[in-house]
């Protein structure tokens, strides 16, 4: 399992990968007291960190505005997954329950400030890389309304991830493609955590792998790419 950002590192010389790959996974769909306790005493954390603090100040975003700014990305409508379950939680709500693995890597987000994303592993086709959009990039839009058409190529000049056959992700990390989506049948998964200059990444990655060993039943293999080292193998 190959993942490279090496196309990205000139441009964007911060930006670090940690990669994880979980296999033999067991999820389930709604979440244990424990992952259930660990969620909420994390948005109440959240919400006490940042109490008063404008959005634009608080570190995880202001990393990934300004990558965004760095691809023509100049409009906070299209805003950073970390930014959006910050903003959410900051306004009151809760984070979204989808599964017990998608709950607990949403969760580190928001406790972390970096962008994490996850593939089904059996759905994609390596090698997998953070690059520029191509023409004839493919994408199915997993956040589309009820009755739109989710058929939503990127625009020239975007960071995306993507494998050898379409996108995985759009705007670097502001929504996912709907073919590889993890359920409750997913038995192997490729985890992204996205650090963009700012933050401990080690430690995000640590605490994820241990929450994804412990609630879903996770053996986890970790690699991380950086500048020094843009492509990196799990075997």
């Known amino acids: ?11 964007f010389p911060d930006f670090r990968v940690a990669v994880i790959v979980a296999e033999r996974l067991n999820i389930s769909g709604p979440r244990s007291e424990r992952l259930d306790h660990l969620i909420r005493e994390g948005e109440a954390e959240c919400r006490q960190r940042h109490a008063g603090t404008e959005l634009s100040a608080i570190p995880g975003v202001a990393a990934w505005r300004s990558a965004y700014k760095g691809f023509g990305i100049k409009k906070t409508s299209y805003r950073s997954s970390v930014e959006r379950l910050i903003k959410r939680v900051l306004a009151g709500d809760s984070l979204p329950a ?12 928001l406790q972390h400030g970096f962008c994490i994303g996850a593939d089904d592993l059996d759905k994609i086709a390596p090698p997998v890389a953070f690059r520029f959009s191509r023409p004839g ?35 670097w990390n ?11 049948d997913t038995r192997r998964a490729l985890i992204t955590v996205q650090a963009n200059g700012w933050g401990d990444l080690e430690a ?15 053996r986890i293999r970790l690699a991380y790419a950086d500048r020094e080292t843009p492509t990196v193998t799990i075997p």
């Open 204 to 218: 995000a990655a640590d605490e994820l792998s241990e929450l994804l060993e412990s609630e879903c039943g996770a």
């Open 1 to 11: 399992m190959d993942l490279s950002i090496a196309e990205l590192v000139e441009r």
């Open 98 to 109: 989808i599964n017990s693995f998608v709950d607990i890597y949403n969760a580190a987000s």
């Open 137 to 171: 990039d493919s994408f199915l839009d997993m956040g589309a309304e009820a009755g739109d058409d989710p058929d939503d190529p990127p625009k020239d000049g975007e960071v995306v991830l993507a494998d050898s056959r379409h996108v995985l992700c759009r705007r």
């Open 174 to 184: 502001w929504r996912q493609d709907m073919r590889s989506a993890i359920t409750t």
